[in-house]
Structure formats: structure tokens, C-alpha cells
């Protein structure tokens, strides 16, 4: 959890790199960990790594099938790189 949270804090700052280097690391240890996934996805999408943001967001989906937010971050990331929103 101190490597997600921190993750949040980087990229509050725009330290983007030391960022995903932080949720890659939490996800290291926690691979199922959907906030962690959600989060990582959102850093990328914030730094035009749309694909690799995807994915993460449709792992995430998988941990917790759920989640709106997830869900919602999947199709923004989905719209944003022209692809149809196959959220559902």
C-alpha cells in the first residue's frame, strides 16, 4: 500500500517516471491489487501511454468487476484512443 500511495503523491507532482516505477513495485507485490492496477492505468493515461493504460484498466476490471471508477478510466482511456468503449 506505500508503494500505491506514494505513486499517487509522485504523480500529484508530476513525477511521472518515479510514479509508475512506484505502482509497478506495489502490483510487484500484489498483482491483483485493483486500486493499485487503477491507479498505474491513470498515470499512463496522463502521460499518453494510452495502450499500456488500457491494459492495466482492463486488469484492474478483472480484479474487481465491479468497480465504476475502473470502468469509467477504461472507457475515457478507450474513447481517447478511438477505439469503441468495450467496458462492459
Not at 506495489?26 to 487503477?38: H, I, M, S, V
Not at 491507479?39 to 468497480?67: H, M, V, W
Amino acid at each position: 500500500m506505500a508503494h500505491h500511495n506514494l505513486a499517487g503523491a509522485l504523480i500529484a507532482r508530476g513525477a511521472v517516471d518515479e510514479a509508475v516505477e512506484h505502482a509497478e513495485i506495489a502490483l510487484t507485490l500484489k498483482p491483483d491489487y485493483a486500486e493499485a492496477r487503477n491507479n498505474l492505468g491513470i498515470i499512463l493515461a496522463r502521460s499518453g501511454r494510452i495502450e499500456e493504460a488500457i491494459t492495466q484498466f482492463q486488469k484492474a476490471l478483472e480484479a474487481n468487476p465491479t468497480s465504476a471508477a475502473i470502468r469509467n478510466n477504461l472507457r475515457a482511456a478507450l474513447a481517447s484512443h478511438r477505439r469503441t468503449p468495450d467496458a462492459d
